[in-house]
């Protein structure tokens, strides 16, 4: 299957064998290999043979791993009664899915919510539409590809539609895609005011705020955004998908009244197994069910603090209000900032290290790490080249946007990290020594950058990421730029982050990416 390597699509060409009786088209959006797209008209699966395979309910269906609070990945087993139950509680309760619906799948298969994108769809019959990294298209190529492949169903984290939505706006009416039945979004907080924006660009399109952790199979509830009435600041996370249960729990493990914060705990049919080889942990979290009569059951503690909360529609809905621990979501991924600060302690010249996420002027969560050089660390030790080192270690979103070096951690009284302590991170601290555009090409680029990173002044020199640019808007800064009548791939914003080197490489290209056929 285009853009996966070799041992992926023979496990999903294995997968067919074993669980499907129907095979859709699967539309390739770069066609890789030479078996890039798979027929029904193809040979019957009927005439397959298929081996005498016994797989229970509680067998592993597969594994994905978390970021870890000690600075080692969780892998979170998932069972088939898991993955088959969230199908049917999809289909039953907002996502109905059948032949004629077309499912992108856009997300790394190490994240999980591509297990609802590659996988339930064949299910239902429905077609899976592999699409090319995101991060490589600028918007208006994001829609073409949709409009070319008549994608009906996307799941999403809220801040990328926001960002590729304006496009559409700004297209000719005639190239505005209209085909998009539904948007399910989650990963991050979906507010009420986003949630309207979406619907006024996106019309017809039904709008479905997602909560669920990977321990619960994807999701857990969901909230369908009416088309009218008022809507709360922060949207409710909905009520629990059919076969789940949620609680929410005070200190003492008894239930919450209703407008009262707690620790959110599932059960039901969705749970994880627990942690793969980590005993501890999985009794840590995965503890009895007080509330039910069936001996065996489980709650999962997710470590968020929710809670009971009158809805739009005047029925109880779940509100979630955070994290109760270190985890924040950064771009809808899932960080411990432990193992970010795992990685720094690993690096010879540091002694200390804090990271803690704060919301930048566009309410957008950043990662600043806090810390303490050694004694003998190098004399004139550079920050920053703590961020290509960090970079071969980590993931791209858990990279630290800002870097601030300080003599000790502040404590508290009780010997625990004071977070209200730590200073203020100082963006100039990462702008380099201001040399002006040069060229006309430079000079509007610095407009763009200025405008979008709500930075007064921009050099040549200055770094896009250093700057608190990311993958969002690196997608609307080459839409801006196309406008503007400067062509750049979005690939090209990461391999030349300076202003000089961004406006050089825009110069030198004579057209935007098109969408592969």
């Known amino acids: 299957i285009g853009s996966m390597n ?136 994001f829609w073409d590809l949709l409009a070319r492949h008549s994608v009906t169903h996307i799941n999403s984290v809220p801040s990328f539609f926001d960002t590729v939505s304006e ?42 705020n997602m909560y669920g952790p990977t321990e619960a199979c994807i999701d857990a509830s969901a909230f369908v955004v009416p088309d009218s009435g008022e809507l709360p600041a922060a949207l409710p996370i909905g009520v629990p998908l059919p076969n789940y ?33 980590r005993p501890e942990a ?46 924040v979501k950064i771009r809808g991924h899932r960080v411990e900032t432990g193992e970010i600060e795992a990685a720094l302690l690993s690096h010879p010249a540091l002694a200390q290290a804090a990271v803690i996420a704060l919301k930048d002027e566009r309410g957008m969560a950043r990662l600043v790490a806090y810390v303490v050089l050694h004694s003998d660390a190098p004399a004139g030790f550079e920050l920053e080249s703590l961020k290509p080192w960090l970079g071969e270690r980590l993931p791209e979103f858990m990279v630290p946007s800002a870097l601030v070096s300080i003599p000790t951690l502040p404590l508290t009284t009780n010997g625990k990290l004071d977070r209200k302590a730590l200073p203020a991170p100082d963006l100039a601290s ?11 090409a430079e000079a509007t680029l610095a407009a763009l950058w200025s405008e979008l990173l709500r930075q007064p002044r921009v050099g040549r020199h200055d770094h896009f990421f250093d700057l608190g640019g990311h993958s969002l808007i690196a997608i609307t800064l080459v839409d801006r730029m196309r406008r503007a009548g400067l062509h750049i791939e979005v690939s090209a914003v990461f391999e030349h982050p300076t202003l000089s080197g961004m406006a050089a490489a825009a110069g030198s290209s004579s057209s935007a990416l098109a969408v592969p056929p």
């Open 282 to 327: 999985t009794a840590q979290k995965f503890v009895p069910d007080p509330f039910s009569s069936t001996p065996g059951q489980r709650l999962y503690r997710t470590g968020d603090l929710a809670r009971w909360m009158p809805g739009p529609d005047g029925c109880a809905q779940l509100e979630f209000l955070g994290r109760n621990d270190e985890q």
């Open 6 to 141: 070799r041992v992926s699509q023979s496990v999903m060409k294995a997968w067919f064998r074993l669980g499907s009786r129907f095979l859709p088209f699967a539309d390739v959006a770069t066609p890789d290999l030479p078996l890039s797209r798979l027929s029904p008209d193809a040979q019957p699966l009927d005439s397959m043979p298929l081996p005498d395979v016994a797989v229970s309910p509680e067998a592993l269906a597969y594994v994905i791993h978390t970021s870890g609070s000690t600075g080692e990945p969780k892998a979170v087993g998932v069972p088939h009664r898991a993955a088959v139950n969230l199908s049917h509680a999809r289909q039953r309760h907002h996502d109905p899915i059948g032949p004629g619906d077309r499912v992108l799948a856009a997300i790394s298969v190490g994240f999980d919510v591509s297990i609802g994108q590659l996988l339930l769809p064949l299910l239902r019959g429905a077609t899976i539409v592999i699409a090319p990294p995101l991060k490589t298209l600028e918007a208006e190529a």
């Open 167 to 208: 496009t559409q706006v700004a297209l000719p009416e005639e190239r505005r895609y209209r085909g998009l039945k539904r948007l399910m979004l989650g990963g991050e907080a979906l507010t009420g005011a986003l949630a309207r924006r979406l619907q006024q660009r996106l019309p017809g399109t039904q709008i479905v």
């Open 245 to 277: 249960r949620a609680y929410v729990l005070d200190a003492l493990g008894r239930l919450a009244p209703i407008g009262v914060a707690g620790e959110l705990c599932l059960a039901g049919a969705g749970l994880a197994r627990g942690y793969l080889g």
């Open 430 to 440: 990462v702008v380099r020594e201001y040399v002006a555009p040069e060229g006309e």
